[in-house]
């Protein structure tokens, strides 16, 4: 994709639906009771990657565009797969299912593309181990292909290392077939979709906060069934990330983004660009399905460099791409913290940023948790996004804003999680 400077985006779109929650709503929906039907579910890569692995294990799905209805088999209904799960570029898919699988009777395999490949799995296959499960990296290396066989499940309390969504929701998916209750304690909050979803189908699930600090628990324990449910996807917010750094950046735009998601756990981004002096404003907020949803205006500003690190950044692990690219066009030095998780993203995103940045005249020095980056002019560029939907997406916008043309590589890969992602600009034109 060739791109240039553009001024004046103005309008009203909506962006697809919110990937964690179109994948948790077809796994939760399988194992339920009953017909679960899903508004405004995301098609991209990575949730048909999901639809296709459950049909594998025995699920009717039905699709009609972003309309799916799932007819569950139960909590104890899936079938033993006949082919190996494919869950091509998606963690989500890995790690959530995996957690399903280790609590069923039948063996099973699951294997990605070359990125997902190379991801780590010593992170949900030491918990689910110490649970009881069966579950092996085939080539040795705690990466996919993964291979389960049947094991028995006791629940356990596990205190995770990191703030993983994945992590969190793999062990809770486990404890719905474990003996007694299983807990996950994470050092900060992540996104809590899973929680939300599962207490909507009917699982007996509870979440604490600890008074003083970050730490928080969520707990489950077994239940005799889940019940199908209605689910209306909100639109992600990662997706609308991108327009929302658009409508900053480029001169004389305003943008509506109708019907975002804007989970607590997911919306740290807004806050990122209050701080930097973004002009952005929050309307018709309310609650559907359990999720927090809100329409978002923002409007051209000057930015400024800001401190980004703590208990913020899970609430924007994922945007960090896109944030990389607004503090390269503000004014002053952005400096980025406690995000060391990016190095084990679709690609290593400290790296990939850091090149690409460089590569369009950005000052920015990469560090062990982060980066720093020195704000200032961004010159056109040939963009390696290494197959990294985020990064194409980001430096999609950054093109919108730098001198001369960018060519984003392989921008095909945008498919994962926004299929769309170049028309929603059409409509802004
Ligand atoms: C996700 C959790 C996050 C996020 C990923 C989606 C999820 O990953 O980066 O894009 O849907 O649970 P981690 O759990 O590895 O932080």
Redesign the pocket.
Known sequence: MELTTLTGLKGTISVPGD??IS??SIMLGSIAKGKTEITHFLNGADCLATIDCFRKLGVAIEERDSSITVHGNGLYGLLPPNDILQVKNS??TT??MAGILAGQSFDSKISGDESLNARPMRRIIAPLTQMGANISSILRNDCAPLYITKGHLQGIHYQSP????????CILLAGLYADGETSVTEPIL??N??ELMLKEFGANIKTTHQLAGSETTSTISPCEELYGQKICVPGDI?SAAYFIAAGLLVSDSEILIKNVGINPTRAGILKVCEDMGGNISLLNERIECGEHIADILVKTSKLYGTTIQGDII?AL??EIPIIAVMAACAEGTTVIRDAA?LK??ETDRIETITDNLRAMGCDITPTDDGMIIQGGTLHGAIIHTLLDHRIAMAFSIAALVAKGTTKILNSHCIDVSYPTFYDTFEELL
């Open positions: 990937k964690s994948h948790r963690g989500t790690r959530l990191v703030a993983s969504a994945q992590v969190k929701s992540s996104r979709h899973t990662s899970p692990i994922d998780e084990v993203k």
